[in-house]
T-cell receptor
């Protein structure tokens, strides 16, 4: 059990650029979640997957955001045409099944200049 | 809709003193309640979880929380603070019974005074 891994740890980009983050969940975890945490706030739910199926998306996830989990293993979160308001910590979490313990990664810190 | 309010964004206690972190929730259905801890440069870790049954829940590292429906509260306590308890603590609620769509509070930063 190597834990939930997120890459990169930090990303600095210019406004208008596209960015992509990767999350590797714990092996055999079927569920994968994305959250966003801004300074001084708690994490906010963005979306989650059951295997490769994206089951729910928050209204926070605008059309510029897209998440995939093509083979039911790792997941990517892409933000197109980044805005300064996208600056946040993006957290990934996984669990074996619904109701089981949630394991969080250390997050990807995005700064949009 | 569900929501969580954490009273006090910063709490300082002396080493060995009682730790009390407050959490009040709002939920339209019987809630599932969580406390998570976040150490610097680490991911959130589950401290404890209330689902149904016994209202006093014991977690890791000597922490416990009591679900009080009449007060819509789920306060976190530890009898004796340790330096290693310094971290940020988040209360969260779920109406689904699972881990989907957790709603987190804004967090309480706990500082331990030597």
């Amino acid at each position: 059990d190597t834990g939930v891994s997120q890459d990169p740890r930090h990303k600095i980009t210019k406004r208008g650029q596209n960015v992509t983050f990767r999350c590797d969940p714990i092996s055999e975890h079927n569920r994968l979640y994305w959250y966003r945490q801004t300074l001084g706030q708690g994490p906010e739910f963005l979306t989650y997957f059951q295997n490769e199926a994206q089951l729910e998306k928050s209204r926070l996830l605008s059309d510029r955001f897209s998440a995939e989990r093509p083979k039911g293993s790792f997941s990517t979160l892409e933000i197109q045409r980044t805005e300064q308001g996208d600056s946040a910590m993006y957290l990934c979490a996984s669990s074996y099944r619904t109701g089981s313990k949630l394991f969080f990664g250390s997050g990807t810190q995005l700064s949009v200049l | 809709a569900q929501s969580v309010t954490q009273l006090g964004s910063h709490v300082s206690v002396s080493e060995g003193a009682l730790v009390l972190l407050r959490c009040n929730y709002s939920s339209s259905v019987p809630p599932y309640l969580f406390w998570y801890v976040q150490y610097p440069n680490q991911g959130l870790q589950l401290l404890l979880k209330y689902t149904t049954g016994a209202t006093l829940v014991k977690g890791i590292n000597g922490f416990e929380a009591e679900f009080k429906k009449s007060e819509t509260s789920f306060h976190l306590t530890k009898p004796s603070a340790h330096m290693s308890d310094a971290a940020e603590y988040f209360c969260a609620v779920s109406e689904s019974g699972g881990n989907e769509k957790l709603t987190f509070g804004t967090g309480t930063r706990l500082t331990i005074i030597p």
